[in-house]
Each structure stands twice: as structure tokens, then as C-alpha cells.
């Protein structure tokens, strides 16, 4: 029977109690209906929101981000005091912040790399991002994630270059060996780049299609928890979810597009419900 007028104060009320075990209700129909906890496995990124936005976004789905990246070199240019904001907002939120690629390429080419990571250390950033996406590196990994370390900083390395197109046989063992070296050197990760469009870049044909063999091969190399695949578009994120399952590590998501891609993971999407590797499990209930 549908509640009527009189019951659904009453209703209302009695939903906003706590729960007995003092677990959210969303959390325990979840749960219910076979969805389980999953560790965080998306790196949403920042390309320059303002504080409150994002301190909404934080607020709103903190314990679905791996890790936050500060796209670009926006925060740079931004006030000062607005960057601080958005760094100190993520660390009570407990979500590690990382700077973009193209500020170490910048920081490498006008020699001031200490500098960089000194300020990088001082605004309270977690991991800085390495690569060579547009620029040589004249610099070996291993002095560069030394630099990093002995200021507290963690390290990732984005392999691909930002206008080569997408990647070819031999380039993918070029990147494999280039990743190698860096993970070897104390890197925790390597990002395959896919900048803002995802298409004719990296993994993504000029349609935009996942090239699925190259994917493979950088995890068979790496492992699945030290290949992170960025992700920026609905359809490069859906097709790296339908093939490599629910434990696949994406970046390059925007904030507003985070659940989105979250209740894709958890099969909780139309697109994603009838996939068996990602639709909830449970059993065959009838109405009670």
C-alpha cells in the first residue's frame, strides 16, 4: 500500500534515525542487493575549480577518491590562499593531492626542479607527477625520485607524449622500458597518458576506441596496482571498466563525472548491470 499524507512525517523521521549499527542506510541496502565496499580506485582531477566547489565535490565523495590531482599548472597561477584551501580541504577529507605532469616537464626545462618540489613540500602536496609528455628529460629517475623523496614527496611517472598520436607496437615496449626504469627507482606508479580527449592519443584511436592489446601489455608488465590508465571521457572509461573489471585504476576523471563512473564500477549503471564482471551479485529474492 502507498503511504498516505498522515504516514509520511512519521516515515521521514523514522529514516533519519541511526541505524543499530550505526552504518549509513545507502551502505546497508547496498550490501543487500550484493554491492560490496570497494577501496577507492579513481584519481578525480582539479583543472581549476574554485574552493567551495570542490570542497562540495570532497564532502560528497572523498572516500571514492584514490587520490586528487591538480591539473595543469592552474593552481599556480591561482591565488595563493585559494591552493592551500583546496590542498588543506582534501587532507581533512584524508585524500592525498598530486600535482600534474606538465609543471615538473616546465620545472626540468628552466632548471629550477628544486625549487619546484621545494614548493611543492611547502603547500603540502603528497605525490608529484613526472613525465616527459611534451619535453626530453635530461634528468634520470633515480635522481629525480631522490630529489622528490628527501622532501617527503611520493612519485608517479605519465608515459606517452601529449602529441605523438596514439601509441604503436613499438612504442608501447619503448614505454614498458621507460616505466621499468622508474618503478625501479622507487616510482609507485606509471600513467598511461591520455590527456582531456581521449581520442588519437595513447590508448584511444581517433574514435576514441580502446586499443585493448596495448592495455593488456602494460598491465602484464606492471601489475594491475601500479598501471593507473587515464580516463577523461565516458566511453574511455567505460571500455577500460568492461575489460579489465572493477579493480582498474582511472584518472583524468573530472569531479562532476566521479559517481558516474563509480556506480559504472559497482554495476549500478543500465550500461553496466548485465556485465558479469561488474553487476552486483545476489540472490534470486522474491518481492517480501
Not at 606508479?189 to 590508448?203: H, P
Request: glycine fraction near 12%.
Amino acid at each position: 500500500m502507498a503511504p498516505t499524507a498522515d504516514s509520511m512525517p512519521e516515515e521521514a523521521s523514522r529514516m533519519e534515525e541511526p541505524t543499530p549499527t550505526g552504518q549509513p542506510l545507502t551502505s546497508m541496502y547496498l550490501r543487500r542487493i550484493g554491492v560490496g565496499e570497494l577501496p577507492a580506485r579513481t584519481s578525480p582531477f582539479d583543472p581549476g575549480y574554485d574552493p567551495a566547489t570542490l570542497e562540495g565535490h570532497l564532502e560528497q565523495s572523498a572516500h571514492l577518491m584514490s587520490i586528487l590531482k591538480l591539473s595543469m599548472a592552474c593552481w599556480m597561477i591561482a591565488e595563493e590562499g585559494a591552493t592551500r584551501r583546496k590542498i588543506a580541504a582534501a587532507a581533512r577529507h584524508g585524500v592525498p593531492v598530486v600535482t600534474g605532469g606538465g609543471p615538473f616537464e616546465i620545472a626540468v626545462a628552466h632548471g629550477e626542479l628544486a625549487a619546484y618540489l621545494d614548493l611543492c613540500a611547502e603547500l603540502g602536496v603528497a605525490r608529484v607527477e613526472c613525465g616527459e609528455g611534451f619535453t626530453e628529460l635530461p634528468v634520470n629517475a633515480e635522481d629525480v625520485v631522490g630529489m622528490a623523496h628527501a622532501r617527503g614527496l611520493e612519485v608517479q611517472f605519465e608515459l606517452g607524449k601529449k602529441h605523438g598520436g596514439r601509441f604503436r607496437g613499438a612504442t608501447v615496449g619503448s614505454l614498458i622500458g621507460r616505466g621499468r626504469a622508474w618503478l625501479d627507482a622507487g616510482a609507485l606508479q606509471v600513467v598511461i597518458e591520455a590527456r582531456e580527449s581521449g581520442r588519437d592519443v595513447g590508448l584511444f584511436d581517433v574514435e576514441g576506441h580502446l586499443d585493448v592489446a596495448a592495455a593488456e601489455r602494460f598491465v602484464e608488465a606492471f601489475g594491475p596496482d601500479a598501471v593507473v590508465f587515464e580516463a577523461p571521457t565516458k566511453a574511455s572509461q567505460f571500455a577500460l571498466l568492461d575489460h579489465f573489471g572493477p579493480g582498474v585504476l582511472l584518472s583524468n576523471v573530472r569531479l562532476e563525472e566521479l559517481l558516474r563512473v563509480e556506480i559504472y564500477r559497482r554495476g549500478l549503471h543500465s550500461d553496466a548491470f548485465g556485465r558479469p564482471h561488474l553487476s552486483p551479485r545476489t540472490e534470486d529474492r522474491r518481492w517480501q
